[in-house]
């Protein structure tokens, strides 16, 4: 073996080595409820948009199979988060989906409509979790224990997946809405609230998929 492959592959040990501490100090709640067999993280996206559903995401990862690069969605490129979101669904010992839609946002509220999300996640999980790892929030109506965590999904990988989920299954609602709804630019934007999605609405009006509560002090 020369020296450049050498140097090549000691490099590679050494991001390796990094990567594996970073996730290890992202699973410090995780270790600290190794007693619990099935640890779920919960997280969301879609709450700020003027358009769209909210959507949840609810994660059990695998113990025996550690995903490299799991991180707060926001911190990941788009192809990225593609990629993980891929392992995830393939490795994760379960994965549950909760999607609320503009209609039912307007007439309950963005936060409310957020819980009831996430709990349609932890319902579609085909594993039932013994600790919830939330984050920042408590979700109402859930038995399960739960463990709200400020900034969890820099905080933990379950609840790192979990963004990750939401993030990606809202993205691909987004740019399939775009088909339906053309000139708001929504395969862009994902429905917040940029200057051609504003000046948009002022000039087309709004969508079914717009929310009535959020857009009128656009309309």
């Excluded at 609840?159 to 709804?181: H, L, P, Q």
């Amino acid at each position: 073996m020369g020296k450049r492959e050498e140097e090549k592959q000691r490099k590679a040990r050494e991001k390796l080595d990094k990567e594996l501490s970073r996730l290890k100090a992202m699973s410090v709640y995780e270790e600290r409820y190794q007693d619990y067999s099935y640890v779920c993280g919960i997280d969301e996206a879609g709450r700020g948009p003027l358009a769209g559903p909210v959507v949840a995401g609810a994660v059990i990862l695998s113990r025996d199979c550690p995903i490299l690069y799991l991180n707060d969605s926001k911190k990941l490129s788009e192809k990225k988060r593609e990629a993980l979101y891929g392992e995830i669904m393939e490795h994760a010992v379960a994965v549950g989906i909760g999607t609320v839609g503009p209609g039912r946002i307007d007439e309950i509220n963005i936060l409310q409509a957020t819980y009831e999300a996430m709990r349609q996640a932890i319902k579609n999980l085909a594993v039932k979790p013994e600790l919830l790892l939330n984050d920042a929030v408590t979700i109402p109506e859930v038995e399960i224990p739960q463990v709200p965590i400020i900034k969890g999904d820099a905080k933990s990988i379950s609840i790192a997946a979990a963004s990750i989920v939401a993030k990606v299954t809202r993205d691909r609602m987004m740019v399939k809405y775009e088909e339906c709804f053309p000139g708001y630019g929504f395969a862009s934007n994902k429905g917040y609230g940029t200057k051609v999605h504003i000046e948009a609405l002022k000039a087309l009006g709004p969508t079914e998929i717009h929310r009535e509560t959020f857009i009128k002090n656009f309309v």
